[in-house]
Structure formats: C-alpha cells, structure tokens
C-alpha cells in the first residue's frame, strides 16, 4: 500500500492520499486522505467534545441512540457487504454475517451497560463499617481504535461498539485495506444521530503512521487489533503519555480431536476455521491435533471434503476470495515450502495452488513442531494435521506456542471437551464447534502471551473502555479510628488483639 500526492487545485495545498484496492482485481476502489498528526490531533480535539456530551447522556438515551445506528447498518446492509466485499475479497455472504455478528454485538453492548456499569454498593467490612462504599465504571473519555483488515467491521466494533456504549467518544482509524467500510460506519453513525454534537465517532484514515499519530495523540485509550509486531510499536508510543492499551494481536489456533468425536463435524469444523475468509482470522484453525486411532478416518474426510472448495470471487458458488493483503502470499508460499522441505507431505494441494491472488486449500501432515507453518502465524488458506498418542500429547503441543487465542477441541461427552478446554493456555474455546465464542455477545473475547490480553465483547469489553472508580461515604463516627492523630492507645490496643486473634490463630 503505497500513498501518493495528489496536484493540489490552485490556491490549496497538496493533500497525500491513498488508494483503497480490489484485492481479487487490483482495480482502485477510492482514494483517502492520508491524514497528518496535526488533523488527527484535530479529530481528538472534536471527540473531547464529543465525549462530553456523549457521556452525559442516560445509558437508556445512548442505547437508544446506538440502536438507531444498528437501524442504519441493518437496513443498508446490501451497500455494505458490497463495500466489504470489494475492500477485502470475502464473498457476500460473509461480508452480511459480519454484519450480523456486529449488530449482536453492538445492540447488547448498548443494552447491558447500563446495568454492568453502574454504581453498586459493596461491603465495607469490619475495620470500616462506619463508611458506605460504592464502585462505579465511569468512561474514560477518548478511546482510539486501531484496527486490521481481515474482518473490518467485525473486529474493531468489539472495541468501538463496547467503548460508545461505555459513554465514550471513539476516533477509528481503519486498514488501510479497507479503509472504507470504517468512513462507511462513522457516517452511518453520523445520519443515524443527525442531532449529536459531532466528534462522538470520528475516523481518520492513513497508512501505519497515522495510527501512531492516533497512539502518541493523547487519547485516554488504545485499543489496537493486529499483528503482535505492530501491537509493539504500538504500545512503545502509549508508554510515553502512559496511554492504556487492549491488545488484539495474532493467533496459532489448535484442534483437538479426540477419542469419541463426531469425525464429520470435525472435519466440517477444520475447514471453516482453516479455510474461510482465505484463513485470514485471528481465531483460525492453524494446527490440528488428532489421537492415534482417529487419523485415518479424519484424513479421509477432509480431503474429500476439501476437494469440493472452491476459491473465487465473483461466483456464488466460490467458499472463499483472495488473499487480501498482497505481501501474505509470501508468508504462505514460505511456510508451505519449509514445511516440505522439512518433511511434510501436502496431502491437499501444496505450493501449486498458490494462484495469486488466490490460494487453493492446502493441508499438510506431520510438518515438524519447528517448521514455520506450525510455529508462526500462517494466515492463510493450510492447516497442518498431526497424529499424537493422546490428549496429554495434543494439549502440550496446543499450548507448544508463544500465542494463546483461542482452540477448538472435538471429543465425545460434554464433559469430556470442556475437561480438555480447561487444560489449554488461551482466552477462549469451542467444544464441538468452530469460533462459536465469537458469536455469543455475553462472552469476553481476547487472548494471552504474544495474542495479546485485555478483552473486547461481554461485560469485561464494556470495563475495558471505563475506570473504576471506589467513593466511600462516611454514616457515622467511628468508635475506634486509628486514621486520627487523636487516636487513643486503647483502639490500637483493641486493634491489636483483634488482628491476632483473627488472623494469626494456628
Ligand atoms: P497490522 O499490525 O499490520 O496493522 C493493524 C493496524 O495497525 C493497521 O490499521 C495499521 O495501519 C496500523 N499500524 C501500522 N503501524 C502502526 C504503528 N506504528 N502505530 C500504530 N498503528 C499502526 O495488522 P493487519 O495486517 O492489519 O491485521 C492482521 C493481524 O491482525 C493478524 O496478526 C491477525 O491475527 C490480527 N487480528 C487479531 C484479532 C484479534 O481480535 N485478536 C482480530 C483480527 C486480526
């Protein structure tokens, strides 16, 4: 992604932008600004006054005015998924469940704040029982949002949907892959609430150096999803200011299946997780770990399975696009090769089917645990498959890696899935299914180790954009008050028996 400069009209000044990009075609879409750190400064400036109008308003008035919103998004969804469609190279239909997962998303958000964020009284306890004491989550003010490519809506309104219904403002600055669909859902926002004072949700868009003018600009947020690589850069800048930051970054996703699975659904599972979107998701099934006794019957199927995808674009009938982001196709051709080259045989396609811009479905069997597609991030269209002597031996090679999004794990009895769920370093897992956590707006979502940590979605997404905030409230004088200095030598006395006898009992 390149910017260039545009010859400036008589009497104005040179503008830079840049050009969002048809990745199935090449063709140029629409061109952005590039906006400067002064104009990002300047966007800041309008979300702090839009932050304090916003978060004045009742939860009840800013659910109701987020609902309008979803009532624009809902209604003019076809332009849209168009939109995605033509930015990232995902067919139609999931560009609209990306909008439907982003609709449940956001109207729970709006919903439940109220309620999650609330003032509550909790116990003072025995040492200060002569003082109430209450803890409210108060809005933090200006949340920046930096977000990725691969789902652009979906993922960075986990951040913006939870940090406006937390009664923040929000300055969004997208992909500079789909740099469209976020300036599409701030004027979406901006019709659907014609009366708002502006500045409540802004957009600026630009390549790498405008989301850091975003992280050194002073907002009170930062909430990045992407690579881990870029997540440093990014919080290298928030630490100057003390910037918090939430953290989205990559995954090596692992399924599991093991001993009584519905070989079938697991199969069906590894192909969507792998698969969809190109295997450009965060929460992908890159590895899969399959117990000695199962292998074959799981091998069968998936290559006949796979073999009925078909890649594309236009056609309705292709399962998923191209490779959205040019330069991947390189990390791919490079994990498939080094994994052959180590040993693994490409049981469905191999580095032939590395059509760019598209890439047929590849899998790979028994690629060393050090070979590249089984240790970093892949984000592509393969999925590696290994044999292993038990669930001991899949877990330890699930948790084998310096990520830890998310897993799946297929196995027989409700208990005995979610027994192994328990046993893997991530942030989330689906027993018997694929990414189905994603779905569920009450659950939290985020990862640990190099994926990252803090989380969007769910009452802990609606905390993340807020600051605790503890009033105590003196009701009487105390008996005993040892935070005097007319403290008398009887309180310390009685403070001191006290300590002993509740505390220091053997
Ligand atoms: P990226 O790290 O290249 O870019 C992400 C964003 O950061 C872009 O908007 C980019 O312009 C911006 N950026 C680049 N340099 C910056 C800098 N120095 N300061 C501030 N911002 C900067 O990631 P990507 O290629 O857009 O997205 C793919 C990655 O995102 C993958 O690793 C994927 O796993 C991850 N991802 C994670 C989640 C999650 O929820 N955990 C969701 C989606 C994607």
Redesign the pocket.
Known sequence: MTASVESPAAGSTARETFASLNPATGEEIARYPVHTAEEVGEAVARARVGAAWWSALSPGERKRRLGAWAGVIAREREALCRLMHEENGKPRDDAFLEVLLSLEQLTWAAGHAGRVLRRRRVSSGMAMANQAASVEYVPLGVVGV??????PMF?PM?SIGYALAAGNAVVF?????TPGVGVWLADAFARANPDATSGVFEVVTG??????A??ASGVDKIA????????R??MA?CAENLTPVLM????KDALIVADGADIKAAVDGTLWGAMANSGQT??GIERVYVVKGLETAFLTELKSAAAKLKTGSAHPDRVYGPMT?PSQVDVVRRHVEDAVAKGATAVVGGVDSIKEPFIDPIVLVDAPEDSAAVCE?T?GPTVTVRTVADVDEAVALANATPYG?AASVYAGGARRGIDIARRLRTGMVSVNAVIAYAGIPALP???VGE??FGR?HGADGLKEFTRAQSVTRKRFNAPLDPTTFNRSQSTMKFLDRYVATKFGRK
């Open positions: 930096v977000g990725p490519w691969n789902y993922t986990g600055k997208p992909s500079e892959y390549l790498g150096a405008t989301g850091a975003l992280c990045f999803t992407g690579s881990a690589r870029t997540g850069k990014v800048a989205e970054c990559g995954g965060c929460v982001m991030e984000f999004l979502f985020g990862g994926s990252g969007t």
